[in-house]
């Protein structure tokens, strides 16, 4: 949609992070923007010692970290320094935006997104709303009243966010991770696997996932009655012990530990089958690129929002769930049994198609130059 755009050029403030999860949807909300305008200013505000501090510079933008952390839920020490913490981001976040003095501030969810919401509303600067998950944060519940957009990836969300203000877009991508055209065999290659034979991908976030991990030792002999290989990207704390089992089974040709996946896009290129934990950027990316997907969502997360995800999908057959205290018994027996039924991975797969959302980050930018045309 067309704007009559101000004469200035934008400046434009992108707050959160903490996770992946909320860094690369930050950063692709830039980039989108920076492209239709070349000429903007954009700074983004994260928490400092997360990891936004260090990955938001090498996507090629400058970064203000605040000193702020989570509350946690169950008893610990640290939630006697928050109040300090509050008072001193909230200081530090009026600052920023006194010096920088954006046209509008982007919230993607995240320790610091809030201080730095909270205070622009105060000072009547137009805030944008990214919500990622099916189920939102506190934070976001909090400012969404005084937000000018909420940028939402799933349907009925009226029930927390004023419906006036709720913009359908979906989650922004990375394009080099959901680029698999015509890249199986290459994906297949790449791993040291053989891409005529079905291809299991294991992601558990970039840590790896303990509940994940321990359910696929449980049954991994598994792998030898069968000729199915496997990704498994275990993190940095479990990578050795994996290696360890693969080698006594005698299964390093059909299942690759790795610590880390890289190329990604080859990773989904190659696989029949993902197995992934339900944060909401996995499944805006396996909504992309289409894959079957078994989730075991993460049951620590903040009140319990990757199950509410992963259902979001289940209810339309789009995907399956396997519960992360039930992985030992049902994982690795569910997937290969999703494995044994064409029908119901194509059925999956196209229900799942339903959910993407490819052009989120451009959409997005559209609802920013309207905020900005009108502040």
Same mark, same amino acid.
């Given at each position: 949609m067309e704007t009559t755009q101000k004469s200035k050029s934008p400046r434009l403030i992108v707050s959160g992070g903490g996770t992946g999860g909320h860094i690369f949807p930050a950063i692709a909300i830039a980039? *989108?923007?920076?492209?239709?305008?070349?000429?903007?200013?954009?700074?983004?505000v994260g928490a400092k010692g997360k990891m936004e501090m260090e990955r938001v510079p090498k996507a090629g933008y400058p970064i203000e970290g605040l000193w702020i952390s989570g509350f946690k839920r169950e008893l610990s020490l640290d939630n006697l320094s928050f109040p300090f913490k509050l008072i001193s981001s909230l200081c530090k976040a009026k600052k920023i935006l006194k010096k920088f003095k954006p046209d509008m501030v982007v919230g993607v969810g995240g320790f610091a997104s809030g201080p /730095?919401?909270?205070?622009?509303?105060?000072?009547? /600067?137009p805030v944008v709303i990214q919500e990622q998950n099916s189920f939102p944060g506190v934070t976001n519940k909090i400012v969404a009243p005084k937000a000018a957009r909420i940028c939402v990836a799933y349907e009925n969300m009226e029930k927390w966010f004023p419906k006036d203000k709720i913009v359908l877009t979906g989650n922004p991508l990375r394009n080099n991770v959901v680029s698999t055209e015509g890249k199986h065999d290459e994906g297949a290659h790449f791993f040291g696997l053989d891409p005529q034979k079905p291809i299991i991908l294991l992601v558990g976030g970039s840590q790896g996932a303990l509940g994940i991990n321990k359910g696929i030792s449980a049954k991994l002999a598994m792998f030898k009655d069968v000729d199915y290989q496997m990704i498994w990207q275990t993190g940095k704390f479990y990578v050795e012990q994996a290696q360890k089992e693969v080698d006594e089974l005698g299964l390093g040709e059909r299942v690759k530990p790795v610590v880390f996946i890289d190329r990604m896009d080859l990773a989904y290129a190659s696989a029949d089958v993902v197995i992934s934990r339900a944060g909401a950027m996995s499944i805006? &990316?396996?909504?992309?690129?289409?894959?079957?997907?078994v989730f075991v969502p993460l049951p620590t997360a903040a009140e319990d929002h990757q199950t509410k995800n992963a259902m979001s999908l289940v209810e339309k057959d *789009? *995907?399956? /769930?396997?519960?992360?205290? &039930?992985?030992? &018994?049902?994982?690795?027996?569910t997937v290969f049994e999703l494995l044994n039924d064409k029908e119901k991975i194509c059925k999956m797969q196209e229900n799942i198609a339903k959910f993407a959302r490819p052009n989120a980050a451009e959409d997005i930018v559209n609802e920013l130059d309207k905020v900005w045309c009108i502040s």
């Open positions: 980039d *989108a923007f920076k492209r239709r305008h070349p000429d903007a200013e954009i700074l983004f /730095i919401m909270r205070k622009a509303t105060k000072l009547h /600067i805006s &990316e396996l909504s992309l690129v289409g894959k079957a997907v *789009a *995907a399956m /769930i396997v519960k992360n205290d &039930e992985t030992s &018994e049902k994982l690795i027996p």
